[in-house]
């Protein structure tokens, strides 16, 4: 599969190169299937223990290495567990790379922390730190480690939950320690909810152009998802995900059934929280979103409203 053009992706996004908050919309917590490793300098330093490897190329990384090391020693036993119920005895380490700044490199680039093809876990600084991404890309480095084959949206969404789960607390994008269902709510309540299906079916070109709605709406929607069917239905989704039909063979229920049963919790949930109206403008003043503009229906992706059924696999509605 091509590789996303990342730096054209990020100029559509209209972001400043010079403020860090700016680009933090996208700490994209993407997979890139078939991506290579992209050529780095050499690294300033390397430790590793028999189940990670962390080395950096930012010569002041040295501490948060320390710290993505320890970190990482808990969080792969607990993505182990959350996916496959059991440790794995892998003799490969898992490696993590930690490469400074999100706008850096030579030339300089904003830059989306990723899982490579070879399963290295590539970081970058947002703020004070490297490692808000790192739970979320962790659980996609796992499943390359173990062989699964890359799902794209299927796979995001379960990375969304296992993260969660492991790591409950997310200060970072995309909801920056707002509730999710919230998040959720003010994107539905503005008509800016991108539909599930469409985000599935266009994974390409919205994942990423759009990804404050797509990684906040989707995310939330597993995380329901998992508290609604259970981490079992969640583990056996793993197994059914990249077929057609993974949802109405897992949870009984098409994609877009789900998602209007959800919608309606969402719903509710947006309109019993006595503050979301000013949530909301929190959420959307964040410096994170200053520079963005949201994907709008009509003109970047279909439409907003209800999605009608079609059986899980059919052809977009909207290409
Ligand atoms: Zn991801």
């Excluded at 992706?9 to 991506?35: C, D, Q």
């Excluded at 002041?60 to 090391?69: C, G």
């Excluded at 922390?113 to 979320?136: F, K, Q, S």
């Excluded at 200060?171 to 920056?176: E, L």
């Amino acid at each position: 599969m091509a590789t996303p053009d990342l730096p054209r992706v990020l100029e559509s996004m209209r972001i400043r190169a010079t403020s860090w908050p700016g680009m933090a919309l996208v700490a994209g917590l993407v997979a890139v299937p078939g991506a290579q490793a992209r050529p780095t300098s050499l690294p300033a330093g390397t430790q590793s223990t028999p189940l990670v490897v962390v080395d950096w190329d930012a010569t002041d990384a040295a501490d948060e290495a320390h710290a993505a090391e320890k970190m990482a020693e808990k969080l792969v036993p607990a993505i182990e567990q959350e996916l496959f119920q059991r440790r794995i005895e892998s003799p490969r380490p898992i490696r993590i790379t930690l490469h400074g700044d999100f706008y850096g490199g030579n030339p300089p680039q904003a830059r989306v922390p990723h899982v490579d093809a070879a399963g290295t876990v590539h970081l970058y600084r947002y703020g004070p730190t490297h490692l808000h991404a790192m739970a979320h890309e962790l659980v996609h480095a796992v499943l390359r480690r173990e062989n699964v084959p890359y799902g794209r949206f299927d796979e995001e969404g379960l990375a969304a939950w296992v993260s969660h789960v492991v790591r409950p607390s997310n200060a970072g994008f995309p909801t920056y320690g707002q509730d999710p269902a919230v998040v959720s709510g003010h994107w539905l309540v503005s008509g800016l909810a991108i539909p599930m299906n469409q985000i599935r079916d266009d994974f390409r070109g919205l994942n990423l152009r759009c990804s404050f709605q797509t990684y906040s709406l989707r995310n939330a929607f597993f995380i329901d998802l998992g508290e609604q069917q259970g981490n079992d239905a969640m583990r056996r989704f793993l197994q059914t995900m990249r077929s057609p039909s993974a949802f109405s063979d897992t949870f009984g229920s098409t994609l877009i059934e789900l998602e209007r049963e959800w919608l309606a919790r969402v719903e509710r949930r947006y309109e019993r929280t006595p503050n979301a109206a000013d949530l909301r403008r929190e959420y959307r003043a964040l410096p994170a979103l200053d520079d963005v503009n949201a994907c709008a229906p009509g003109r970047d992706f279909g439409d907003a409203s209800p999605t009608t059924d079609r059986p899980d696999g059919a052809s977009p509605r909207f290409p």
